[in-house]
């Protein structure tokens, strides 16, 4: 079986490509990655890679191993990270699973402002789709998570932080003089860009494109971000949170709150088995300052 030290050469070679590669970003000889990396491949019986044209090609067994080696690599850096901070003195260490609407924008301005008033605090972001966030909770990769719906688990606790709701994204020079509000039929001659999120604001995009309504989906997407781009673009206008609205507006795109208002609630969810420390809870508190303030 593959030990600790062959799991690191095999992940640095894995993702650099080549053996010298490998060498400098471990800091260590050449003939060193190459001795560990044979033995590996005695250990399990079977090689990582080939030389093909004199280039290292993966074997499609490292395929299929890279990817659980990759998740055990990240959690020992994890885990050298907590012992590092615990032996400079106790709970300086944060790990933060955010939505990627959130990422844009809120999760950074908050990082930004703790750590001007308490730059002792270091933080691990992973910016993760809902189900994915949940399972990093779940599996203990992260401490705490800011989405957008209640957790509906009986391992889960959350306390609402914050509140937002959907929008128009749209190019400036399209629709110039926009009011307060605007609903869907003032979009009707324009492509709309769909979101297939599954989560609570996949719902209440539902609700307000219904078949019914005007705007045919031209584009379907899964991150809010993607949508702003393609609106960027001139592929039509998208129905998206304000938090990737007000990350995206500048001088070619602006937004607007739909009529009737869609409207959502921001939860931070952790285990209950794990309660929140006090660093935490600062720092939650700080994430809600930043919502309260629009994200900016």
């Known amino acids: 079986m593959m030990n600790l030290r062959h799991i690191e050469v095999f992940h640095a070679v894995y993702q650099s490509g080549s053996v010298s590669a490998a060498a400098r970003a471990l800091n260590v000889s050449q003939p060193s990655v190459s001795k560990v990396l044979r033995h590996a491949e005695?250990?399990?019986?079977?090689?990582?890679?080939?030389?093909?044209?004199?280039?290292?090609?993966?074997?499609?067994?490292?395929?299929?191993?890279?990817?659980?080696?990759?998740?055990?690599?990240?959690?020992?850096?994890?885990?050298?990270?907590?012992?590092?901070?615990?032996r400079r003195g106790g709970e300086g260490y944060l790990r933060l699973a955010v939505l990627p609407s959130l990422g844009l924008d809120v999760a950074p301005a908050a990082v930004a402002a703790f750590r001007a008033v308490r730059p002792d605090?270091?933080?691990?972001?992973?910016?993760?789709?809902?189900?994915?966030?949940?399972?990093?909770?779940?599996?203990?990769?992260s401490d705490l998570a800011i989405i957008y719906d209640a957790p509906h688990h009986p391992q889960l606790g959350g306390v609402s932080i914050g509140s937002g709701?959907?929008?128009?994204?749209?190019?400036?020079?399209e629709f110039p003089d926009a009011p307060p509000r605007v609903s869907l039929d003032m979009f009707r001659h324009r492509d709309l860009i769909r979101l297939t999120d599954s989560g609570l604001l996949g719902?209440?995009?539902?609700?307000?494109?219904?078949?019914?309504?005007?705007?045919?989906?031209?584009i379907s997407v899964q991150t809010y971000y993607v949508a702003a781009a393609l609106v960027r673009r001139g592929a039509g206008f998208a129905i998206v949170d304000e938090f990737t609205a007000r990350a995206n507006a500048g001088p070619d795109l602006d937004f607007r709150?739909?009529?009737?208002?869609?409207?959502?609630?921001?939860?931070?969810?952790?285990?209950?088995?794990?309660?929140?420390?006090?660093?935490?809870?600062?720092?939650?508190?700080?994430?809600?300052?930043?919502?309260?303030?629009?994200?900016?």
């Open 42 to 86: 005695s250990r399990i019986g079977f090689p990582l890679f080939r030389v093909v044209k004199g280039r290292l090609v993966a074997t499609e067994e490292a395929h299929a191993l890279f990817h659980e080696a990759r998740e055990l690599y990240a959690r020992v850096q994890s885990l050298q990270e907590t012992t590092k901070n615990l």
């Open 203 to 218: 719902t209440l995009f539902n609700n307000e494109v219904s078949e019914e309504q005007p705007g045919v989906p031209a």
């Open 257 to 296: 709150p739909l009529v009737g208002g869609a409207r959502f609630e921001v939860f931070c969810t952790h285990l209950v088995s794990r309660p929140l420390s006090r660093l935490a809870r600062d720092f939650v508190a700080m994430v809600e300052k930043t919502l309260a303030s629009g994200g900016l």
């Open 121 to 141: 605090v270091s933080f691990e972001i992973r910016t993760l789709h809902r189900e994915d966030v949940l399972r990093a909770l779940y599996e203990r990769n």
């Open 165 to 173: 709701e959907l929008v128009m994204l749209y190019r400036r020079e």
